[in-house]
């Protein structure tokens, strides 16, 4: 708290200082993503439950993937990020471009890959049926990387959380792609 206080007074001294956005700042921003994604989370599930059309749902989890790094490469900031203020910059705080999109996107496009196929098993099942619990569907998801997922969930939390102790507040996934996320 005490470090904001100080980087906020530093900003207003040097325009050319960043204030940086907090661990906060960017959590409140991924719950606003959420939101903004959810007809189209509840779109999937509806599908999982009662379509079960595959092609549907790669396509809901290809657009639900574009989302951030298409928005954060083409406006600066995804609808959450606006919303709470904040954008992605590049180290000498200008635009980033597509590259940097994507290398800051990578621990979520593994996310997605782990998704991936796991819809390609749920689509495979025999056990497939619109008569089947949300548990028993769930179930059908498993995969022989369901285990490595869930050891990379862990290691994922350690790739955003290391921005709560970094002093320009940046992740591990700011730091490969050289970006910063900074109030507007």
């Known amino acids: 708290m005490k470090d904001e206080i100080l980087d906020d007074l ?21 719950v606003l993503d959420t939101l903004v994604l959810a007809p189209l989370i509840f779109l999937s599930l509806y599908n999982m439950l009662n379509w079960q059309i595959m092609s549907l749902s790669i396509l809901a989890l290809l657009l639900n993937a574009a989302y951030k790094p298409f928005l954060e490469w083409k406006r600066g900031a995804t609808i959450g990020k606006d919303m709470m203020g904040i954008k992605v910059v590049d180290e000498d705080l200008k635009p980033i471009d597509l590259s940097h999109a994507l290398i800051r996107y990578s621990p ?6 782990f998704s991936l196929i796991g819809v390609f098993y749920f689509y ?35 790739i955003i959380i290391t921005l709560i102790w ?3 507040k ?14 507007k």
């Open 10 to 30: 530093l900003a207003t001294e040097n325009p050319t200082t960043p204030i940086y956005a907090t661990f906060w700042d960017r959590v409140w921003a991924s």
């Open 108 to 113: 979520w496009a593994v996310s997605v890959f």
């Open 124 to 158: 495979s099942s025999e056990n497939l049926s619109t008569d089947l619990t949300f548990m028993e569907l769930a179930k059908l998801q498993e995969n022989p990387l369901t285990n490595i997922q869930s050891l990379y969930s862990i290691l994922f939390l350690i």
């Open 166 to 168: 970094d002093k320009k």
């Open 170 to 183: 940046q992740g591990l996934h700011d730091k490969w792609a050289k970006t910063l996320v900074v109030k």
